[in-house]
């Protein structure tokens, strides 16, 4: 191959060494939600720090990539080179059994963002989400583009050591921060995300000392992107001879543990560990010849655990035993509250109480009238003018008063030291609930799965979550909600069963799951399109390298990425797809397809 052609070919890589490095991507952008109607959601400006920049870099870059992909598509087109040739070049285009799943997913990933009533934010992005269609696409573009431009070895290594450059630095700053030492807070790293204007405000995360975030939004997703990167570098250690090399690596691999553990990301350590057990599996031999560095790697791995966990105080293993908890919870004493048109219902250990607010009525205790569900006076006693204490000893601790905000009254009702404010006084003569950011609405009472009953604190309260997903599927099997919507589809007006599990009254913006994510947005036969498209990747890969010797660097690479994306669909279970670490999905999955591709054919040049 001739200079020029190398350089050209190694200029069509340069998007995706720069997707390796969207991760890092970080700064200062506020807009509106656009979700100022919503009774449960505060105010509508917002500020961004993490994700917005990531959204443009991951359009602008994967629009860059269609405009190669059909510019070189066109070019083999009206080459002059042999009929024969041009077969070999477009059989790559061609190559439907791998793709045909994959173009479904994307496709109702699309109908589904036209056809939904939240389409807006299926085009400009959601709050905490910022993975529009747009993005969707961006990831089957990068996918394909990975695929057919990956060609030489060198190739695989270039994109391999840029994204091990960029996950350096991710997991450097991560590991100061797991030792109490933010990047983020220095003045110095203000400056990376914030204008000069905001560089001297005081700048809090809602993540405390010492828990690592990076640049990733969230400590959960340091898990997941761990989770695809370890592997690789645990290979690279087995495998490369070059003692710098090795020590390059094992710094890497120092600062991508002590991240992991530093971030507290139970779903993270326990995938990655079931992940690595296909890692010996596949490179069995190779752990055999290095059995004392894969000794003192688990000896330095045992230390770093443990010497996080005794730095936080034992709650690396506390929060692992929580997360594999699966004894069944009590109900919680308060189970429902209905806010109907002439009354509100407490539904509390079984027992209900009943109350209404009687304007003009001559004492405190008749302007709250309370009755038990046979409409039986319940007893109260009066604490002062504007409060009653309730007697009766089904509704230990209850006290109800009157309260007003904006000139209205409402029923304060006091349950387990949580204060509820309730009115039918805003024009239309039905109870409404007073949320936490001043609106009123409507208590939901949603329907639920059954899986999750008694096992709604499963994986730290996302069995709560996930009882209440399950049921809209019903609704969204062909065509989805839309890219980016779930907050809206969510029953996050279920305040009674936020407050029990955990959630408060903090929005629900996403399932905690990759599967329910697509399922519930872009569709259940889309999930199925995305997992037969993950199925054929493995089963081909499993072929591939159980039979392989794993001695080329390709066939080692190509096992690595295997078990790292094995690793990132495990961590989905307990995660869903972020903008943040998604990109190096499905750059390393393009990756992944392009060298199975190519071994099975004999297409991989040196």
């Given at each position: 191959?001739?200079k020029?052609?190398?350089?050209k070919?190694?200029?069509l890589?340069l ?7 969207i ?9 509106d ?24 870099a991951i ?31 477009l ?50 573009i990068?996918t394909?583009?990975g695929?057919v ?23 450097l700053?991560?590991?100061f921060?797991?030792?109490g030492?933010?990047?983020?807070k ?17 700048v ?16 959960n997703?340091v ?28 710094s ?6 002590i991240?992991?553990?530093g971030?507290?990301?139970?779903s ?6 079931v992940?690595?057990?296909l ?9 055999i ?14 230390i ?12 690396l ?13 009590e ?18 250990n ?9 304007e ?19 007893a109260?006693s ?10 009766d000893?089904?509704?230990?601790n209850?006290t ?16 387990d030291?949580?204060a ?31 899986l ?57 913006t ?7 994510q697509?399922?519930v947005?872009?569709?259940v036969?889309?999930?199925?399109a995305?997992l ?11 072929r ?8 080329t660097?390709e066939?080692q ?6 078990v790292?994306?094995?690793g ?39």
């Amino acid at each position: 191959m001739s200079k020029a052609k190398q350089q050209k070919k190694n200029r069509l890589l340069l998007p995706l060494i720069l997707v390796a490095f969207i991760p890092l991507i970080m700064y200062y952008h506020a807009y509106d939600t656009k979700l100022d109607s919503y009774p449960w959601f505060g105010t509508a400006m917002q500020v961004d720090v993490f994700l917005y920049y990531k959204m443009v870099a991951i359009i602008v870059l994967s629009i860059a990539m269609l405009i190669c992909l059909l510019g070189y598509y066109y070019n083999i087109k009206v080459s002059s080179a042999s009929k024969l040739k041009k077969e070999k070049e477009l059989q790559v285009f061609y190559s439907y059994k791998t793709w045909i799943p994959l173009m479904i997913y994307a496709t109702l990933g699309l109908l589904s963002t036209i056809f939904s009533q939240y389409s807006y934010w299926g085009y400009h992005g959601m709050t905490q989400q910022m993975e529009t269609v747009w993005v969707l696409l961006g990831y089957v573009i990068l996918t394909y583009y990975g695929y057919v431009f990956v060609r030489t070895i060198d190739d695989i290594r270039t994109i391999i050591k840029w994204v091990l450059i960029s996950s350096g630095i991710v997991c450097l700053i991560g590991a100061f921060q797991a030792f109490g030492l933010d990047f983020y807070k220095s003045t110095f790293g203000k400056y990376t995300y914030l204008p000069a204007s905001l560089v001297n405000e005081e700048v809090e995360f809602v993540f405390e000392k010492g828990r690592s975030y990076s640049s990733l939004y969230n400590p959960n997703y340091v898990g997941v992107y761990v989770s695809l990167l370890l592997p690789i570098i645990i290979v690279l250690i087995l495998v490369d001879k070059n003692r710098k090399m090795l020590v390059a690596y094992l710094s890497l691999l120092a600062a991508v543990i002590i991240s992991l553990f530093g971030s507290g990301s139970k779903s993270g350590i326990l995938c990655i560990a079931v992940s690595l057990l296909l890692l010996l599996v596949l490179f069995r031999k190779k752990v055999i010849e290095q059995w004392k560095l894969l000794f003192v790697g688990v000896l330095l791995l045992c230390i770093a655990f443990f010497g996080v966990n005794a730095l936080k105080g034992n709650a690396l293993i506390d929060s692992l035993k929580n997360a594999l908890n699966t004894t069944k919870s009590e109900a919680p004493a308060l189970s429902k509250i209905e806010t109907n048109d002439d009354n509100v219902t407490v539904v509390y250990n079984g027992n209900e109480l009943v109350f209404q607010f009687v304007e003009n009525a001559k004492s405190l205790e008749e302007q709250l009238s309370l009755t038990d569900g046979s409409g039986e006076k319940i007893a109260v006693s009066e604490i002062d003018d504007a409060t009653l204490s309730v007697l009766d000893e089904r509704f230990p601790n209850f006290t109800v008063g009157l309260a007003t905000y904006q000139d209205i009254y409402y029923v304060d009702i006091n349950i387990d030291g949580k204060a509820w404010y309730f009115t039918n006084q805003d024009g239309d003569n039905t109870y409404k609930y007073l949320t936490i950011v001043g609106k009123l609405d409507k208590i939901s009472q949603p329907e639920f799965s059954n899986l999750f009953v008694g096992k709604e604190t499963f994986a730290s309260n996302r069995g709560f979550i996930w009882s209440r997903t399950l049921p809209l599927l019903k609704k969204y099997v062909f065509l989805g909600s839309g890219a980016d919507s779930f907050l809206l589809v969510y029953p996050n007006d279920e305040y009674v069963g936020k407050n029990n599990y955990g959630y408060g009254e903090q929005n629900i913006t996403k399932p905690h799951n990759l599967y329910l994510q697509i399922a519930v947005q872009t569709g259940v036969v889309s999930l199925i399109a995305f997992l037969a498209f993950y199925l054929i990747y493995f089963v081909t890969s499993i072929r591939l390298y159980m039979k392989s010797k794993l001695e080329t660097y390709e066939t080692q690479i190509g096992a690595a990425i295997l078990v790292g994306t094995f690793g990132y669909m495990l961590t989905g279970i307990s995660n869903d797809s972020c903008i943040a670490v998604a990109p190096i999905f499905w750059l390393l999955m393009g990756v992944g397809i392009a060298i199975n591709y190519r071994l099975k054919n004999g297409q991989l040049e040196k």
